[in-house]
């Protein structure tokens, strides 16, 4: 028995041997852990669940779809909205997990058992010449069993009266901490509405690139049918015909790189939409240029907004006020700590000796006790915990200085940056004006032979570039508008009136309260 004993423990040693994971045996080439083949085969068996990008998004393959469509689109499609929301929920139920400290703690149990058992009895012989009990000796022995049932139930109950404060500093932490996450949550709807703007307007503009170079197409080969006609009537050279037929591939191929990015710009929008790729989706064009008027507020202004309502600085703010709470949590630790413990039980316990009849009874047992704890020494743990307390709490402060800062330049660039593309618009309406009439002048002054090849071509250049810097600078103008409202904390900004989200429904901004 002893020997089938040993070597079954040794086969389970071998084996756990054998199914430890190993690291690569060399660094010089990659390696195939044991287990990876069980990994692979589990990603190839799962499927996308209704959650996973974007699939529980009904896309209208007629549709249109609009900035705000889009956006709207994000928020219940994008993954990082269910994360924060889910962040979100696990800090409201760290909030009542601590407030659960303020009530009694209740515990029942029962047991039943039996136990046999043996008592040891000696034989004693006395010396009959002194006897006394140093004269005793033991001359052989034998034992009792005894045999018990026990059954017994029992109601516990644990109650902290008095703490001088460590629950409410607790408590008050983890609402700073929900406080936190929801805003994290608030930023995270921000970031999305942001990146999905400004990829937006990036694939409107490589749309607008693609219309450019067509155009640009155009105007090269009325260029090159210009030439052709001067040449058949002996008035232009071959080698004219050549640069022109040059500027025609040129421009062919400046179509073909623009299509290129605007796919790529299309794969970026859909990614910060969370939808798959290959999911058909029409986006509309670029809207309206921008007015002067539609911003309103000096920077001032809009500075004191974003110190009031960046969701970053919320948070940041928050995270120095849980500082706060940690410290009057471990000054709490210097008081002592009054309980109430009580217990009520319900024994029965029958017991044989020697094969007799059982014999015993059932009673019941209570008490109740009033503790209080006080720390006297603990080795200068709770000092060395306070120092750190008030160090955290003086970094959190210095960390919510230097993001005000940041907010501030954050908003003048911004501020700066939209106020420049604005006063660009019209500069570029302008130019493109300008380019397009030297263009059409300088072709039909080519046409009558009064100005050069070089001439048009050079024409023919500005009037691309002119409009490639006036669809640039739209979509600059859109792009700082985006930025300040974000830089500002108006961008998706919540309604004042929170609400607790409905279950499984991230999609809006809705902070969690309790």
């Not at 409905?502 to 902070?511: D, K």
Request: proline letters at 5%.
């Amino acid at each position: 028995m002893a020997v089938r004993l040993l070597s079954l423990q040794l086969f389970l040693a071998i084996a756990v041997a054998s199914a430890r994971n190993d690291p690569p045996p060399s660094p010089d080439r990659p390696w195939a852990p044991p287990s990876l083949p069980k990994y692979e085969d589990e990603l190839a068996g799962q499927r996308f669940r209704p959650s996973e990008a974007g699939a529980n998004i009904s896309i209208n393959p007629r549709k249109i779809y609009g900035l705000a469509d889009l956006i709207d689109i994000a928020e219940r499609a994008n993954p990082e909205t269910r994360v924060a929301w889910e962040r979100a929920r696990a800090a409201a139920a760290a909030v009542g997990l601590s407030e659960s400290t303020y009530y009694p703690f209740l515990i029942g149990s029962a047991v039943a058992g039996y136990d046999r058992a043996f008592i040891p009895f000696p034989t004693l012989a006395v010396n009959p010449k002194h006897p006394s009990i140093n004269n005793v000796t033991i001359t052989g022995g034998g034992t009792l069993v005894t045999e018990s049932k026990l059954y017994r139930a029992e109601l516990s109950a644990k109650w902290l009266l008095l703490d001088f404060g460590e629950r409410g500093a607790t408590v008050a932490g983890a609402k700073e901490r929900l406080m936190m996450a929801n805003v994290g949550f608030n930023a995270t709807h921000q970031k999305i509405v942001f990146e999905v703007t400004d990829r937006f307007y990036q694939f409107g503009t490589a749309r607008q690139k693609v219309v450019v170079g067509q155009s640009a197409l155009e105007a090269a080969r009325t260029v090159e049918q210009a030439v052709q006609a001067r040449v058949d009537n002996g008035l232009a050279t071959k080698p004219e015909l050549l640069q022109a037929q040059q500027q025609t591939a040129q421009a062919e191929f400046d179509v073909e790189a623009a299509i290129g990015l605007e796919s790529d710009a299309r794969v970026s929008l859909v990614e910060s939409i969370g939808i798959l790729p290959t999911v058909p989706l029409k986006v509309a064009d670029l809207g309206q240029p921008y007015s002067l008027g539609e911003i309103s507020g000096s920077v001032d202004e809009l500075i004191s907004k974003a110190l009031s309502e960046r969701p970053d600085l919320v948070a940041k703010l928050a995270n120095v006020r849980a500082k706060e709470d940690e410290i009057r949590k471990v000054r709490s630790e210097y008081f002592p700590k009054v309980t109430l413990d009580g217990h009520v039980t319900d024994n029965r316990l029958d017991v044989s000796i020697a094969d007799s009849p059982f014999f015993g009874g059932t009673h019941s047992t209570y008490g109740v006790f009033l503790t209080a704890e006080v720390p006297i020494f603990d080795g200068f743990a709770r000092q060395h915990k306070m120092e750190a307390a008030e160090a955290e709490l003086r970094g959190a402060e210095s960390e919510l200085a230097g993001a005000r800062d940041g907010a501030v330049r954050e908003v003048w660039k911004a501020y700066t940056d939209f106020k420049t593309a604005l006063r660009k618009q019209d500069s570029a309406a302008k130019l493109l004006t300008a380019s397009q009439n030297a263009f059409d002048s300088v072709l039909e002054s080519y046409k009558n032979g009064l100005s050069t090849y070089v001439e048009v071509v050079t024409a023919e250049r500005n009037l691309t570039s002119a409009r490639s810097v006036n669809h640039d600078t739209q979509s600059a103008i859109f792009t700082a508008a985006a930025a300040l409202a974000l830089s500002t904390g108006e961008l998706a900004r919540p309604s004042l009136r929170a609400v607790r989200p409905l279950q499984n429904s991230p999609q809006a901004v809705r902070p969690l309260q309790r």
